[in-house]
T-cell receptor, first 119, second 107 residues
Framework: QLQLQESGPGLVKPSETLSLTCDVS??????????WAWIRQPPGKGLEWIGC???????FYRSPLKSRVTISMDTSKNQFSLRLTSVTAADTAIYYC???????????WSRGTMVTVSS | DIQMTQSPSSLSAFVGDRVSITCRAS??????LNWYQQNPGTAPKLLIY???NLQSGVPSRFSGSGSGTDFTLTISSLQPDDFATYYC?????????FGQGTEVEIK
């Protein structure tokens, strides 16, 4: 059964870089047709898609975040990662990773990890 | 980016009620519309994909309909576990977007 688990710091200082990793178990992240997404949810607010990476390595990002976000994958570790630079308090959120595919829904979600941006 | 607008933003209902939530896309998205349920403190869970396909394990009281720009999630008989927040999401283009959410509360 496919499972996803995020890891990374729960507290990041303003202007620094937020880095999270999502470990995938139960499937290979390089499986053809799979893609992997990051989504976030600010406290008390709705869901916001950040971006995704396809099995081929192709990435797509939400327009307002494009200049600050990088999603990458490490097939040797079966994990994918999120980097968000120059963070501000507005980046404080629960961050989720999820399995998806081209034109597909977000099939399976991680439990989520809270990241707070504060000095 | 395609904008997704849900209505209502919240509703109150009794156990056993039939409730419907609508989602409108700012442009046609075919049937690339998905619905999620989120209970407080937990991750969202996929309910409906491709506008009308019930995800495995989801009770049959949930159903989805629509195509193009207008979509509906219907719960035929509201159960205690259904009091949650529901989100629509389009997977039509490369920049996926969510609706703002609909909170279903107990009356």
């Amino acid at each position: 059964q496919l499972q996803l688990q995020e890891s990374g710091p729960g507290l990041v200082k303003p202007s620094e870089t937020l880095s999270l990793t999502c470990d995938v178990s139960g499937a290979s992240i390089s499986t053809t047709s799979y893609s992997w997404a990051w989504i976030r949810q600010p406290p008390g607010k709705g869901l916001e898609w950040i971006g995704c990476i396809f099995y081929s390595g192709t990435t797509f990002y939400r327009s307002p975040l494009k200049s600050r976000v990088t999603i990458s994958m490490d097939t040797s570790k079966n994990q994918f990662s999120l980097r968000l630079t120059s963070v501000t308090a507005a980046d404080t959120a629960i961050y989720y990773c999820a399995k998806t595919g081209s034109g597909e829904p977000l099939w399976i979600w991680s439990r989520g990890t809270m990241v707070t941006v504060s000095s | 980016d395609i904008q997704m607008t849900q209505s209502p933003s919240s509703l109150s209902a009794f156990v056993g009620d039939r409730v419907s939530i609508t989602c409108r896309a700012s442009q046609s998205i075919g049937n690339s519309l998905n619905w999620y349920q989120q209970n407080p403190g937990t991750a969202p869970k996929l309910l409906i994909y491709g506008a009308s396909n019930l995800q495995s394990g989801v009770p049959s009281r949930f159903s989805g309909s629509g195509s193009g720009t207008d979509f509906t999630l219907t719960i035929s008989s509201l159960q205690p576990d259904d009091f949650a927040t529901y989100y629509c999401q389009q997977s039509y283009d490369a920049s996926w977007t969510f609706g703002q959410g609909t909170e279903v509360e107990i009356k």
